[in-house]
């Protein structure tokens, strides 16, 4: 099971989302570099449980446990490795899962996969649990990042169809990527967050859940960053993107709505700027050409399902004696997994990109 990532660096997670923690180790970052550890604690604080009403009521404190890697807060060039406890598990919610799959779960795969080994509980290494080492993985790259002028952000696009502000894909900045982590539910329009805090209580009191789309930027990246074919910028953002649990799809610049538009309509004209740097007038391209980063800010949206754990009754089947059931899941779920996978976003892209940057001696 494949749970690494990177070519530069490594970042291996691991643990699952019921045993007695789980972690992360980053081998490869370069030694002598200070840490700002409340920036990764904030930023883990905007991932957490049990924050309010359209999340999990399940509590973990987060807080990680630095094993090996720095010395008085500055990285010492060995792995950098941070565990983190789970206190908060009920497992017993999970007992009748072994035999009746959860629907849009990974649970009947995997029990295939693994001859009926995996762990059932939360949903054990498959479970969304497991961004939060993901987090700090991005915590610690996007400081790194930011020394070289590169910023990282995101935002809440959409939840049941309820529209945020989007991203200016040609004059997105540092502070407008930071915007919406200061806001308890990160949207740029706070009366459009309030409809969609809404919405996810509707359709929790429905027992359902929603799903949505997260946007997210960078800006600052040098020009021609990334590899043709295989490991171009788009590649490798999108693969560590997939990483994170309920992403169903991904799109850079105008994406799918690229492809109902003429070239003529879809091409950004090049020109100089007051600097005598060469921009685009538009940014259908997301700042992203044959692979490589162009020089504007890259911009893309990822597409979250709604959370599959609802407490109405669904069709399944019975692993052990081969009959359909109908199945009531218990537990603690998010209604709607998009607020907190905001921070998740932003680190999957960190990650790659410091990945690609250092791998070039950039980073």
């Given at each position: 099971m494949s749970s690494s990532f990177g070519n530069s660096i490594k970042v291996q997670i691991f643990g699952q989302s019921h045993s007695e923690g789980l972690g992360v180790v980053i081998d490869g970052l370069p030694a002598g570099v200070q840490l700002d550890m409340q920036e990764i604690l904030r930023q883990m604080?905007?991932?957490?449980?049990?924050?309010?009403?359209?999340?999990?009521k399940r509590r973990e404190s987060d807080q990680p446990r630095i094993l090996s890697g720095l010395v008085d807060g500055k990285s010492c060039g060995a792995p950098l490795c941070a565990v983190f406890e789970n206190t908060d598990t009920r497992s017993k919610d999970y007992a009748a899962l072994r035999d009746l799959p959860r629907p849009a779960h990974a649970d009947y795969p995997a029990a295939v996969k693994t001859g009926g080994s995996n762990d059932i509980r939360g949903g054990g290494h498959f479970s969304a649990r497991l961004t939060a080492p993901l987090v700090f993985a991005g915590a610690v790259c996007a400081q790194l990042l930011a020394r070289r002028g590169v910023y990282v952000g995101a935002h809440i696009a959409s939840i049941a169809g309820i529209q945020d502000q989007a991203y200016?894909?040609?004059?997105?900045?540092?502070?407008?990527l930071r915007a919406a982590a200061?806001?308890?539910f990160p949207v740029l329009d706070l009366e459009a967050g309030e409809e969609m805090r809404r919405a996810i209580a509707q359709a929790a009191s429905e027992l359902d859940s929603v799903g949505g789309v997260v946007e997210c930027g960078i800006t600052g990246l040098p020009v021609g960053l990334g590899e043709p074919i295989f490991d171009g910028l788009e590649n490798r953002i999108a693969a560590a993107v997939f990483g994170i649990p309920a992403v169903k799809g991904i799109e850079f610049g105008a994406g799918f709505a690229a492809s109902g538009m003429r070239g003529s309509e879809n091409n950004d004209p090049f020109y100089y700027d007051g600097e005598g740097r060469v921009r685009t007038e538009t940014n259908n391209h997301g700042g992203i050409l044959g692979g490589l980063a162009s020089g504007m800010p890259v911009v893309f949206r990822a597409a979250f399902k709604p959370t599959p754990s609802i407490a109405r009754p669904q069709r399944t089947v019975n692993l052990r004696t081969g009959l359909s059931e109908e199945l009531v899941i218990h537990g603690r779920h998010d209604p709607c997994v998009v607020p907190r996978a905001v921070p998740c976003v932003e680190a999957a892209a960190a990650v790659a990109v410091y990945d690609l940057m250092h791998g070039v001696g950039l980073g």
């Open positions: 604080a905007r991932r957490a449980p049990g924050q309010g009403d359209y999340t999990t200016d894909p040609v004059a997105l900045d540092a502070r407008t200061d806001n308890g």
